[in-house]
C-alpha cells in the first residue's frame, strides 16, 4: 500500500495536470497521437497494428460496431490495478447461438479495438483483461497486440477441453511470447487441475454462492495452483465486497460502484457540507473574501489549497501565504474544477475505496467532455466534465443524487442530465453509463443523439483510461 507521503505526492501532481500550470489551458486538451509506442515485439509495431492482417478481418456483419463494456479491478486494498474489457452482454449473450468461427470473430472486433494507434500507448501499472472465448486463440492479431500489460481472460468452453491436455502446449506458447492468462470460471474438474498452473489468474463468480461454497472453492483453486493469482468477480453490493476482502483471493472484480446502499436519512457529513458550500460560492462567483471566509473553517482545505497553488507545477516565482491571494492566482474555474476533485480525497481516512471512486468519476467526465467536443464549444465542454464527475457524488456521499444537489447550486443542464439523464447533457451520460453497464438497454439512436459512433465511444474509454493513467 501506498505511503501517506506518496499519495501527497500522486494527488498534487495529478491536481496540476489536470488543471494546468503555468501556460496549460484547463481543462486538458485530448492527448497528441501518441509517440511513443508500448513495448512490444519487433512484430507488433503500431504500424502494423494499423493494418492487420486481410485474413483476420471479420465479415461485413461483424465488422459493425460493438460497443466495449468495462468493469474495475480492485486489490484486497481498493486500489484499482485495472481494467476488464468485454463486448457488451448483449452482445455476449448472442455468442452461444453462433458457430465457434463466429464467436472468435466477434473476440477479434474487441482485440481490434486495442490494435488503433491511442492504443499502443503504455497504460502505466495498469493490467487490461481481455475477455475472449478460447476459440480465438490462434487468432493472427495476437502477434500485433503489446505483450506487456494485457491479460488474456479466457472464457471456458466445454467442447473446446473435451481433451484439456491437448491444448497444454498452445496455452504455455501464449506465456512463452509474453502473454499473462486467465481462466474465467473454469470448472475445478479434475481433468481440468493439470492445466491451472498455466494461469496467472483465475477467477470465480460471487453469483449463486455462499460464503462457505465460496470459500471451498477458493481453497481449492489455491492447492491446485498455489502460484496464481484469485479474482472473485460479479461483486454488485459493497457488502459482497467486504466479505470478499476477508477471503484467501487477491483481486475484486464487479459493479458495486453502481450498486451502493443509500443512506436516506443520515446526514452528510461536516467536511463535505463545508466544501460543498464553498462550491456554491465559487459557482456563484462570490468575491474573494467572502470564499476566503467560508474555508477558513475547515484548515485542512485551506492547508490543501496552498500546498497545491504552491506546488512546483504552480510556476509561481514567490511562495503564496494567504488564501485570498491563493484564491486570486487560481481564478474561479479552476478552483471550481480543483474543488470537485477534492471531494473524492478530502476525507479518505473514513472510507478505503475513494481512489476507486476518483478514478470513475474522472473516466466518467474524460469521456463525456471527449465525446462531447464534437457538439458542444465553450464552457459547455468542461460542464459536461463536471456532469460525469458528479455523477458519482451519490456512491461518494451514499446519498440518492437528488437530495444532493439540492445543496449545490448547478446550471440547469448539469442538474437534468444527473436527475433523470435529460436536457443537453443527458445522451452523453447515458453513453458513459453504458460502457459500464452491460444490463443498459443498446438504443442505436442514442448514438445519432450524441452525433458520435460506437466506434468513437471505445476509444473514448481508451482514451479516458490513458489520460487517467497519466494524471493520478
Given amino acids: 500500500m501506498r505511503s501517506l507521503r506518496l499519495r501527497v505526492a500522486n494527488m498534487l501532481d495529478f491536481l496540476k495536470k489536470l488543471l494546468g500550470g503555468g501556460d496549460k489551458p484547463a481543462p486538458p486538451s485530448p492527448p497528441p497521437t501518441p509517440a511513443r509506442p508500448a513495448p512490444a515485439p519487433p512484430q507488433a509495431t503500431p504500424a502494423a497494428a494499423a493494418a492487420p492482417p486481410a485474413t483476420a ?25 485495472g481494467y476488464d474489457f468485454r463486448l457488451r452482454e448483449s452482445v455476449l449473450k448472442r455468442k452461444v447461438h453462433v458457430t465457434h468461427n463466429v464467436s472468435k470473430l466477434y473476440d477479434e472486433v474487441l482485440l481490434r479495438n486495442f490494435l488503433a494507434d491511442e492504443a499502443t500507448k503504455p497504460f502505466g501499472q495498469k493490467r487490461i483483461f481481455l475477455n475472449i472465448s478460447v476459440w480465438a486463440l490462434d487468432s493472427p492479431l495476437f502477434k500485433l497486440l503489446s505483450k ?14 473435451t481433451n484439456p491436455l491437448e491444448h497444454f502446449e498452445k496455452l504455455q506458447a501464449l506465456k512463452q511470447v509474453g502473454f499473462q492468462i486467465g481462466f474465467d470460471q473454469f470448472p475445478i474438474k479434475p481433468e481440468l487441475i493439470s492445466l491451472f498452473p498455466l494461469a496467472d489468474y483465475l477467477k470465480l463468480s460471487i453469483a449463486g454462492k455462499d460464503v462457505q461454497e465460496l470459500s471451498g472453492a477458493i481453497s481449492a483453486l489455491g492447492q491446485a495452483a498455489p502460484e496464481s493469482e484469485v479474482v472473485v468477480g460479479d461483486i454488485h453490493f459493497f ?21 451502493r446502499e443509500y443512506q436516506e436519512d443520515a ?24 470564499i476566503a471566509n467560508a474555508m477558513k473553517y475547515d484548515p485542512m482545505l485551506t492547508f490543501k489549497l496552498l500546498r497545491y497553488v504552491n506546488s512546483p507545477g504552480g510556476g509561481l516565482m514567490t511562495k503564496v501565504d494567504s488564501l485570498e491571494r491563493a484564491l486570486v492566482v487560481l481564478g474561479h474555474q479552476k478552483l471550481y474544477r480543483w474543488l470537485s476533485l477534492l471531494m473524492f480525497s478530502h476525507d479518505q481516512q473514513h472510507e478505503s475505496s475513494h481512489s476507486a471512486l476518483l478514478e470513475t468519476a474522472l473516466i466518467r ?42 445543496k449545490l447550486s ?23 453509463l453504458q460502457s459500464e453497464d452491460g444490463d443498459l438497454p443498446e438504443d442505436p439512436a442514442l448514438y445519432a443523439a450524441c452525433g458520435v459512433s460506437q466506434l468513437e465511444v471505445n476509444r473514448a474509454q481508451i482514451e479516458a483510461l490513458l489520460w487517467v493513467e497519466e494524471v493520478v
Fill in 57 to 81: 478481418k471479420p465479415s461485413a456483419a461483424l465488422a459493425e460496431e460493438r460497443m466495449l463494456q468495462r468493469e474495475i479491478v480492485l486489490d484486497r486494498d481498493l486500489n484499482v490495478i
Fill in 148 to 161: 506487456a500489460q494485457f491479460v488474456l481472460m479466457l472464457r471456458y468452453d466445454e467442447e473446446f477441453f
Fill in 239 to 259: 457488502e459482497e465486497l467486504q466479505v470478499c476482502r476477508q477471503l484467501q483471493i487477491h483481486y475484486l472484480q464487479g459493479s458495486y460502484l453502481r450498486y
Fill in 267 to 290: 446526514a452528510i457529513d461536516a467536511n463535505y457540507l463545508r466544501l460543498l458550500e464553498v462550491l456554491n460560492l465559487v459557482r456563484a462567483e462570490a468575491e474573494t473574501p467572502i
Fill in 365 to 406: 467526465g474524460r469521456i463525456m467532455e471527449t465525446l462531447g467536443r464534437k457538439t458542444f464549444k465553450g464552457g459547455d465542454i468542461d460542464q459536461l466534465f463536471t456532469t460525469g464527475m458528479f455523477s458519482m457524488l451519490d456512491a461518494l456521499l451514499k446519498k440518492p443524487l437528488p437530495s444532493i444537489l439540492e
Fill in 410 to 432: 448547478l446550471p440547469a443542464a448539469i442538474n437534468q442530465a444527473l436527475i433523470d439523464h435529460g436536457g443537453p447533457f443527458g445522451n452523453l451520460l447515458k453513453l458513459a
